[in-house]
């Protein structure tokens, strides 16, 4: 989360004021009356200051050391370094089990008198953490240590191809290059394979969450988890099913070609086409099959360096983020790619598996997108508001910057492409990522209809439930076997759940971005044309008005605030459906 100027401290910018009172003959000289730090409290903002102080004092060596443990975790794979983050997650969990400090808090809050922005914003925020911690302290300590576990095993399983292990990198390789039907099956099958190992864990996990919110008031833990986040079921089921309908005629128009394309190189006719003949094992990124093959560009590219060149032009520097991260694969290792703020006092990093390929360059892009976001913080703002205003807003600084990988204008100027190349690049890169928006979209529909239907009734079947929304949404051809449970070889399922919604916000709040910036910070109309390389205006830009801030305004707030409206997919459309 977010932030700008800290007023928790303020006795450094305090006016001192003399007070002189005069008794008989004499004059005393009585206090420095410290206005600043006291005199602008009233008695319950006092109140809460000092116990934000003591909170933070007991949280922060806590959630730094659980940010290193968790980052070694995810880099060697060690039990013992996942049993020091699942002690680390306990202990920080023990701090909100306090009755005594959660009804100090609503008191805080009933009295309407803690009335300093950010003050109550730090208080809204500790509700919502200690109304969580309100849950059965024995049943959340499973489902941490369940969760755990899950992730370990997901981490340490390798998927394998006639009985040899394959690395996610492998597999990934075959499917976007192998013309061999079979060999592509045996791929994508290994990369869902862990789904089976930790399924009955994973539904396990579902109905221990089910009960801990049903134990706060909650129907399920996905409608607990949208409110707790400043969501709901009902807003979302709005705008995404305004998503549906602005996306569904172009999908089906881009799919149906992709698949004439795609039939043709495999010698067989679209209805036969199955999940394994695209290029990524939930279809939710676009195949390399048009006149260009968007890899060729960045084979042999050193795709770390071209990220930092191009941070670092637009007044973002991310060389210390670099130094401190680990970026290629190595056994035991998380095989994905994340970002994590460590401490909130600068130290960020990412974890990735970097290869040369448009792939890796789109997400050493977004990763550091979420990096730079965590690093500019303003450090002047209280600790617990140096986070993003909300998920989403963290992941459409991750899209912003993720996108250019597509963008033939920065390409050409990355790249050192020449005109010839660019004008050729050009409409076949927008077509790229025109198509990797929407169909983007639309598997995101798959997500949050899924993670819906599963909190709603664990016991239903899913297995089939899942190919109902990919054939609805996706337009993918579900196989022909008995459906399995390869869709619980998604991550997200357990260690970021009822989640995946805020993706495809964070894209249609990219587009609002992508629109201010072309026409209000750069005043440009060609909005295909723009690079966004080497102009510090993109940085200042952002650290001013996303960055900065924090979590100090509520994600809406953020929003107008920075873009002069509220959140609307009206960019998003333009940019990627009518192509404006």
């Known amino acids: 989360m977010m932030h700008s100027l800290s007023r928790s401290k303020p006795a450094a910018n305090t006016l001192s004021a003399i007070v002189y009172l005069k008794r008989s003959r004499q004059a005393l000289l009585l206090i420095v009356v410290l206005l600043g730090a006291i005199g602008c409290l009233n008695p319950q903002e006092s109140q809460m200051q000092t116990f934000l102080d003591r909170h933070v004092q007991t949280l922060e060596p806590l959630s730094t050391a659980m940010g290193r443990a968790s980052y070694a975790a995810e880099v060697t794979g060690s039990q013992q370094d996942f049993n020091k983050v699942r002690q680390l997650r306990l202990q920080i969990n023990r701090l909100y089990l306090n009755q005594q400090d959660y009804a100090f808090l609503r008191e805080m809050k009933a009295s309407g008198k803690v009335q300093d922005r950010r003050l109550a914003r730090q208080l809204d925020l500790l509700l919502i953490d200690y109304l969580r911690s309100q849950m059965d302290p024995a049943l959340l300590e499973s489902t941490i240590q369940l969760q755990t576990r899950i992730t370990e095993q997901y981490n340490n399983y390798r998927g394998s191809i006639d009985g040899k292990p394959t690395q996610m990198a492998d597999i990934y390789h075959i499917l976007t290059t192998e013309k061999d039907t079979a060999l592509r099956k045996k791929a994508w099958q290994a990369s869902r394979e862990v789904g089976a190992v930790v399924v009955e864990d994973y539904l396990r996990l579902v109905r221990m969450r089910n009960t801990l919110a049903q134990g706060i008031g909650y129907p399920n833990f996905h409608t607990y988890s949208l409110a707790a986040n400043e969501q709901s079921v009902e807003d979302l089921d709005v705008l995404l099913g305004e998503l549906d309908r602005l996306t569904n005629e172009p999908f089906a128009r881009l799919k149906s070609e992709l698949d004439a394309i795609l039939a043709q190189q495999y010698g067989i006719v679209s209805a036969e086409l199955r999940p394994w003949h695209y290029h990524d094992p939930f279809v939710q990124r676009t195949p390399f099959v048009y006149e260009t093959n968007m890899d060729q560009y960045y084979a042999g590219q050193d795709v770390v360096k071209l990220s930092a060149d191009y941070f670092s032009g637009v007044g973002l520097p991310v060389d210390d983020i670099i130094a401190r991260s680990d970026l290629y694969e190595k056994p035991g290792k998380n095989p994905h790619a994340f970002a994590m703020n460590i401490d909130r006092r600068g130290d960020v990093r990412i974890l990735a598996n970097v290869t040369s390929t448009e792939r890796w360059m789109e997400t050493m892009l977004h990763e550091l997108g979420h990096a730079v976001y965590a690093k500019y913080h303003d450090m002047r703002e209280p600790y617990l508001l140096r986070d993003p205003a909300h998920a989403f807003t963290t992941e459409a600084a991750a899209m912003f910057f993720g996108r250019l990988s597509r963008n033939a204008a920065w390409m050409q100027e990355m790249l050192s492409l020449t005109d010839l190349q ?126 900065g801030p924090g979590i100090l305004y509520p994600w809406n707030e953020m929003i107008r605030r920075s873009t002069g409206e509220p959140l609307t997919p009206k960019y998003f459309a333009q940019q990627f459906v009518d192509g404006n």
């Open 422 to 547: 660019r004008n050729q690049l050009q409409p076949v890169a927008f077509k790229y990522l025109q198509f990797q928006q929407i169909l983007f979209a639309r598997w995101v529909l798959v997500m949050y209809h899924f993670e819906k239907a599963v909190y709603a009734d664990p016991d239903q079947d899913l297995n089939t439930l899942w190919w109902d929304l990919v054939e609805r949404y996706q337009q993918v051809h579900r196989p022909d076997e008995k459906p399995d449970a390869g869709w619980a070889s998604k991550l997200h399922f357990t260690g970021a759940p009822c989640y995946y919604h805020n993706y495809i916000l964070g894209e249609l709040l990219a587009s609002q971005w992508h629109h201010y910036l072309v026409h209000d910070v750069l005043n440009s109309e060609a909005s295909r044309e723009v690079s966004f390389l080497t102009d510090p205006r993109i940085g200042e830009y952002f650290k001013k008005q996303v960055f």
